[in-house]
């Protein structure tokens, strides 16, 4: 039986925090406001969706997003969305290798026709049995009862449930979820973290040998 192998986006398997923060400062442009530093708006990249443009318009957002600025942000974004973002190191064959004996679905903060674009640029959307983004939970990280629905309604049979991610969020979500933990370590949060995770794998090929190991 296959295991399941749950996989965080940014920070895990990619890093698209440079495009992101230029999108962000050619819309602020385009309303008239100054430019914020790249280092301070890849900070907000790993927030829920409303947290993100909250923190990136401040001088517009109030109380609600409003829906010309989400339309004229995911517009741009998109058409920019692989100018810097590339898959980290091997990324792509790890995956290939374990879609062979793993369910693998993945789970972002970012709208899910943006990473179904964004995995199709990359070339590796086929692997996946789902994918789950920022409009399919009302509530956000870390939060499992949306993620337990999707899962139940896959119909997959699976022996073990994994989550590898990098950071706090994807640890208590991987603990709330009965998910054993691995910490993707070359991702944005290396320090250490709060909470013991189950397995740690220092790079991309680490994830390899953790499944050879477990089964």
Not at 69 to 77: G, N, P, R, S, V
Not at 132 to 153: Q, R, T, Y
Request: proline residues 4%.
């Amino acid at each position: 039986m296959k295991n399941l192998i749950i996989f965080n986006l940014d920070g895990t398997l990619l890093d698209s925090r440079m495009d992101m923060a230029l999108s962000v400062n050619r819309i602020r442009k385009l309303y008239q406001l100054p430019e914020i530093p790249i280092e301070v708006l890849k900070s907000f990249v790993d927030k829920d969706t409303n947290t993100f443009y909250k923190n990136c318009f401040p001088e517009i957002i109030k109380e609600t997003i409003p829906e010309d600025l989400k339309t004229k942000f995911q517009i741009h974004y998109a058409e920019h969305i692989i100018d810097n973002t590339k898959l980290y190191s091997n990324i792509q064959q790890i995956l290939e290798t374990l879609s062979i004996k793993n369910h693998m679905v993945l789970y972002s903060n970012k709208p899910e026709k943006l990473i179904e674009l964004l995995l199709k640029k990359l070339q590796v959307y086929s692997l996946f049995s789902a994918i789950l983004g920022s409009e399919s939970f009302e509530n956000k990280k870390p939060d499992p009862e949306k993620i337990i629905k999707v899962i139940k309604s896959l119909n997959l049979e699976f022996s073990n449930l994994f989550f590898a991610g990098n950071s706090e969020f994807d640890i208590v979500l991987a603990k709330n979820l009965n998910a054993k933990f691995i910490w993707c370590k070359w991702g944005y949060y290396n320090n250490r973290l709060e909470q013991a995770p189950d397995f740690i794998a220092k790079s991309p090929e680490e994830l390899l040998k953790i499944f050879e190991e477990d089964t």
